[in-house]
C-alpha cells in the first residue's frame, strides 16, 4: 500500500507540471529535404502549388473544417487533430520528449485548416468541437481514436460519448 501511495504521487506530481508547447518542439525536417512539417502538410493538402526551393509562393486549399477555399498560405494554420495541450493534459506529460516531439510532428495527427478555425477549435476535444464540414467529421472523429489508440492516450469521458454516439454512421 505505502508503494502504491508513492507512484501515485510521482504519478500525480508529474501530470500537475504545466502545459509547455516548448515541449512538443517545433516543425521539425524529418527527411532533410529542406521542408519542415508545416510544409510538407501544406504541400500534401493543396490543390494546387508553387514553390520556389523550399519556399511556397501561392497555393490552393480547401479547408477540411470549413470546406472554404483558401488561397493565401499565411491564412493557414496546421492544426494538431488530437490538441498537444489535451495530450499532455491526458496522459502525455509522462511521454520522453523524443515521443512528443514525433507527435506534434506526426502527420496523421495534423491538417491544414484556416487559421481562423484552427485559433477558436484551440484545444478543446471532441465534445467541445467539431468541423463544421458534416462530411469531413467522420473522418476526423476517427483519427481521434486511431491517435489515441496508438499513442496510448486516455480520451475523457464526454469525447469518448461522441466517439461512440458517432460509431454507427462513421464505421471507424
Known amino acids: 500500500m505505502k508503494y502504491l501511495l508513492l507512484a ?8 500537475s507540471a504545466e502545459y ?3 515541449d512538443f518542439g ?9 521542408k519542415d512539417t508545416r510544409v510538407e502538410v501544406l504541400h500534401r493538402d493543396a ?4 514553390k520556389e526551393n ?41 511521454w520522453p520528449r523524443a515521443t512528443k516531439v514525433a507527435f506534434a510532428n506526426d502527420f496523421n495527427n495534423l491538417v491544414s485548416v484556416s487559421s481562423h478555425i484552427n485559433r477558436s477549435k484551440g ?9 463544421p464540414d458534416q462530411l469531413y467529421r467522420c473522418i476526423y472523429i476517427s483519427k481521434w481514436v486511431k491517435l489515441s489508440e496508438q499513442y496510448k492516450i486516455t480520451l475523457k469521458d464526454s469525447d ?9 454512421t462513421c464505421h471507424y
Open 8 to 15: 501515485l504521487a510521482i504519478v500525480s506530481s508529474s501530470v
Open 20 to 22: 509547455k508547447r516548448s
Open 26 to 34: 517545433g516543425w521539425i525536417d524529418a527527411d532533410s529535404n529542406c
Open 47 to 50: 490543390i494546387e502549388i508553387t
Open 54 to 94: 523550399c519556399t511556397i509562393v501561392s497555393g490552393k486549399w480547401i479547408d477540411k473544417y470549413t470546406g472554404i477555399v483558401i488561397t493565401d498560405s499565411n491564412k493557414m494554420d496546421i492544426d494538431h487533430v488530437i490538441p498537444l495541450k489535451y495530450a499532455y493534459e491526458q496522459g502525455a506529460s509522462l
Open 123 to 131: 484545444s478543446k476535444g471532441l465534445s467541445q468541437f467539431l468541423p
Open 160 to 168: 469518448l460519448k461522441i466517439i461512440t454516439s458517432y460509431r454507427p
